[in-house]
């Protein structure tokens, strides 16, 4: 009898050149949102791949509307790319979230890909709120995020990764994430940001320069000209973290910095400073399911 599959070894010892086109995996969403009497209407909605878009119809009372993005590949393997563009009109208020967090399965070389790009016209209100990316031991992600902002916006952005679930005993020892977000503002460059981390993860957390044994770690940026304004409200909710947390405002700009052991305590901690920054509304139903 043959076999139809190969085995766990005879992968891990194949070549990336041996991988067939078909099995990997891509995605694009391309969306513009435009203010509407009472919400936001789609502009453009172009999705094709794995990636897919909901606009619920309803929203609770207070919320802003918000789309949801669903990766149905189920997460990204060797030689997966999804990228993920977003344009919210002058004046729209929407906030872009994900059904579930993204996973990075092992690679065999190249790994996986994320690319993102925000832009964000005159008056608009944008939320980029993704739930966390999970990397599994030998996962290689390339992630980069652009967002280019006009001048009188609001914008407030998450980008979280975990590594391993640690509630299923998982541990990430080796793999690569090189993670890059670049935010314009009226044309100027305002904010760069690059982590890499490549080989003995596990080891390179825990140095304290780096990680101080974190498992868990999360940026979140608010832009606008209140930034200031949020520093001391921020600082203050994060008191009760339980991981590692800092925030800093400078030129209308607003930067929180998360570090915990696990995923649910980074996602206690990005809460904290998220009922701050987006004034009491509650989290989308999405981080709440």
Known sequence: MHRAFASNEEIARAKPSVVPACLRSTGTIDLSLARRAGGVSLRRAFQSGCLRLRLPRRHEEGEHPCAVLINTGGGLAEGDRIEQRVHWGEDSVATIATQAAEKVYRALARGSEISTRLEVARGAHA?????????????????????????DVIFLGVEAVVLGRQAMGETVRQGALRDRMRIWRNGRLVYADTLA?????????????IGGGARAMAVLLHASDRALAFLEPVRDALRTAEGLAAASAWNGLLAVRLLAPDGETLRHDIAAALAVLREGRPLPRVWRC
């Open 127 to 151: 939320e980029w709120l993704p739930q966390e990316t999970i990397l599994f031991d030998q996962a290689r992600l390339r992630r980069e995020a652009r967002i280019v902002l006009a001048e």
């Open 197 to 209: 981390l490549d080989g003995n993860i596990a080891r390179l957390m825990e140095s304290a320069a």
